[in-house]
């Protein structure tokens, strides 16, 4: 997928994303990650048993939304993402969680990623649309 520099810029700057997904009876599930965006693909971590991990399992169709809110409506500006997600391996692991613990300093400390307990996951964008950007 082709990134305009105002994307790429936005996407990796943006501190908190959503990523929703969706159960294998096609309840959906939204929460916030922390994202790490490197070299096109998107990253977050979180527990292994956590109910997106599920949710991904089943179906590895996953949507994020950045956005930057303000009450200035004319200064809104997002993007919405659409793509496919998958769980990392071991050796990707661990390059991946040394660049989420570069970019959160605190989340080493306060919710380290544990292999065996957390896992990460890949998200290779497919779509996207973007507003103020």
Request: proline share 3%; hydrophobic share 40%; aromatic share 12%.
């Amino acid at each position: 997928m082709k990134w305009r520099k105002a994307e790429r810029e936005f996407v990796d700057s943006v501190r908190v994303a959503r990523v929703a997904t969706v159960d294998a009876k096609g309840i959906p599930h939204n929460v916030p990650i922390c994202p790490l965006f490197d070299n096109g693909k998107l990253y977050f971590g979180t527990e292994a048993s956590a109910k997106k991990v599920w949710n991904i399992k089943a179906n590895a169709n996953v949507t994020l939304v950045f956005d930057d809110y303000t009450e200035a409506w004319e200064h809104l500006r997002g993007i919405m993402i659409q793509g496919q997600a998958r769980i990392v391996n071991t050796q990707r692991f661990r390059a991946i969680r040394k660049k989420i613990y570069t970019k959160y300093v605190q989340y080493e400390s306060t919710a380290a990623l544990t292999e065996g307990d957390s896992t990460i996951i890949e998200i290779t964008p497919q779509k996207k649309f973007t507003w103020g950007l």
